[in-house]
């Protein structure tokens, strides 16, 4: 092809191309035209540009300030926000109370309406009047006890007269014995005193300097010369009222020491003025100096 020809052509096409462009050109002028139309439109509902972007920035700060509190209440809340398991922890065990109650509820309510069933059978059965028997059966059971407490009472004061009585008694029996058997006492233990048992009405103890001493506990040669003494008491006391009566001692004084022993003759010598006294004994040389008459039995010779 020749050259020209081939310029036109390109020329040809080189227009069509710049109508092209241009077409394309003046429709995105176009639309930047109606955007601009459409921009001024919006602006002009905010008035002046620089008061719009005056407020804008007014309230861009005012959601700043919004963001920075939510934000610190935040904070504080999950400083101070429980700890999750320990609520779940919680919320389990009070709904496990709830159960465990609305079962008690539940079975309450069962027995209420057994008893309610039960009150409502027994309400046929006589109530009034076994409430009449029961109440006659208590005043009955209150009398009886009336006349019973009356007799305690009757009973009680009784032991207590037979009581006072019995040591009444007791002191009258002793009193005399002890005013006979306290010089006795004196010649072994000086301020010596003997109680006496007031049931079995036997010597039962021996008080020496403030203290008692139990004659089940004594040597025997302090036994056997306290019952000494309490035999000649009372053979002093008879002889006083006139009922004299011997005085018998067989082999009394076997573990008694030899200076007690020689006291010991000395009373029975005092009591021996006024009294018949009698001892037996296998024991020559240990009664050799009581005194007194001596009799000597020889076996009998076939």
């Not at 010596?192 to 040669?221: K, V, Y």
């Amino acid at each position: 092809m020749p050259a020209p020809q081939t310029a036109h052509d390109n020329a040809r096409t080189l227009a069509a191309t710049l109508r092209e462009a241009d077409i394309r050109a003046a429709m995105q002028a176009q639309s930047a035209e109606t955007a601009l139309h459409q921009a001024e439109a919006t602006l002009a509902a905010f008035g002046d540009p620089a008061l719009a972007n005056a407020a804008l920035t007014a309230q861009h700060a005012a959601a700043l300030a919004a963001r920075d509190t939510a934000q610190a209440t935040l904070a504080r809340l999950r400083d101070t926000a429980p700890d999750l398991a320990t609520a779940e922890a919680a919320f389990t065990r009070a709904r496990a109370i709830v159960d465990s109650a609305r079962s008690e509820i539940q079975t309450l309510e069962t027995e209420r309406a057994a008893l309610d069933t039960e009150i409502t059978l027994r309400s046929g059965e006589g109530v009034m009047e076994e409430l009449a028997d029961t109440t006659a059966r208590l005043s009955n059971a209150q009398e009886t006890l009336a006349h019973l407490q009356f007799e305690v009472a009757v009973l009680q004061n009784l032991a207590q007269v037979l009581e006072t009585a019995r040591n009444e008694a007791r002191d009258r029996y002793f009193a005399p014995v002890l005013a006979e058997l306290r010089p006795l006492l004196r010649v072994l233990w000086p301020d010596a005193e003997l109680r006496f048992d007031g049931e079995s009405l036997l010597p039962t103890a021996l008080i020496r300097d403030g203290q008692d001493e139990d004659l089940s506990i004594l040597s025997g040669g302090t036994q056997e010369q306290v019952a000494l003494l309490v035999r000649l008491a009372f053979a002093r006391l008879l002889a006083r009222r006139g009922q004299h009566a011997p005085v018998i001692l067989d082999d009394a004084l076997i573990f008694t020491d030899d200076d007690r022993i020689e006291k010991l003759f000395d009373a029975l010598h005092a009591q021996a003025q006024d009294q018949q006294i009698i001892i037996l004994s296998c024991r020559q040389r240990a009664f050799r100096d009581l005194g007194g008459a001596a009799l000597t039995f020889q076996p009998l010779q076939d």
